[in-house]
């Protein structure tokens, strides 16, 4: 499996946004100065996080973004989700319950398949993002 852009430069803004919301909201503008990601990217990121009720906006003077839960109730799977898709890296119609695979009956292949696309799930959706924050926070004591 091999992530896109949108999920590498993803995950570190949002991390970067749970380090810095804590207090007030955080600009995208700073953000983007701080991982270097230009504005634009950054906007497209935060969209489908907000869409996937990842991230809540902030109006007014003071406003930007913040996370929409607490840090603890967000694993890494959900942000990937939210900004790859589905994170399954073979599209086997035979994993499928509602299979039209023609060869699903005789396929062995889809036993690998199904075992990898489980086990990417299951590790991404066990990573807690709030380990993630506090070893950031933890890096950048140095």
Not at 74 to 99: M, W
């Amino acid at each position: 499996m091999k992530l896109s852009k949108k999920g590498i430069y993803g995950l570190r803004a949002f991390v970067d946004l749970a380090v810095y919301s804590e207090n007030e909201p955080v600009s995208l503008s700073s953000i983007a100065s701080r991982q270097d990601i230009s504005v634009n990217y950054l906007e497209q990121l935060i969209a489908k996080l907000k869409k996937a009720d990842l991230v809540k906006s902030v109006r007014g003077v003071n406003g930007g973004y913040i996370l929409a839960k607490p840090i603890e109730e967000i694993s890494v799977g959900e942000i990937l989700r939210a900004l790859e898709g589905d994170l399954t890296p073979v599209d086997c119609p035979g994993i499928k319950s509602e299979s039209q695979c023609e060869s699903a009956k005789y396929c062995v292949s889809k036993t690998v398949w199904k075992k990898i696309n489980d086990s990417i799930n299951e590790t991404v959706n066990q990573i807690n993002f709030g380990e993630l924050v506090k070893e950031s926070k933890e890096m950048q004591k140095g």
